[in-house]
């Protein structure tokens, strides 16, 4: 079992940055491939970036590719979401998610433990 919890959302300014943070229970955190997700009002939950356990590669949405960066710090248990150029179409509840297994996913499904979401409003 694995407990996540996210922080770091907020309002911000289109333009401007935030960076969320996920920390996680349990000392196999580095063997678990990390996940964010989002949610906006009234859309389905959508995959922004992933980080692998092992090779450490990363995967991002095309929305967000150039302007997000996914990292890990398997000392802190913690996965970040660096998020610059935000845009007001940026504005969702992100999710951080894991899963146990070497294979890294991009889907929803793949995903079985998630926290409870950090707000991240950008306003125009």
């Known amino acids: 079992q694995v407990q996540l919890v996210e922080s770091g959302g907020g309002l911000v300014q289109a333009g401007g940055s935030l960076r969320l943070s996920c920390a996680a229970s349990?000392?196999?955190?580095?063997?678990?491939?990390m996940g964010w997700f989002r949610q906006a009002p009234g859309k389905e939950r959508e995959f922004v970036a992933a980080?692998?356990?092992?090779?450490?590669?990363?995967y991002y949405a095309d929305s967000v590719k150039g302007r997000f960066t996914i990292s890990r710090d398997n000392a802190k248990n913690t996965v970040y979401l660096q998020m610059n150029s935000l845009k007001p179409e940026d504005t969702a509840v992100y999710y951080c998610?894991?899963?146990?297994?070497?294979?890294?996913?991009?889907?929803?499904?793949?995903?079985?433990?998630w926290g409870q979401g950090t707000q991240v409003t950008v306003s125009s």
């Open positions: 980080v692998c356990r092992s090779s450490g590669n990363t």
């Open positions: 998610a894991a899963r146990s297994g070497s294979s890294c996913y991009t889907t929803l499904s793949e995903y079985p433990y």
């Open positions: 349990g000392r196999t955190f580095s063997s678990y491939p």
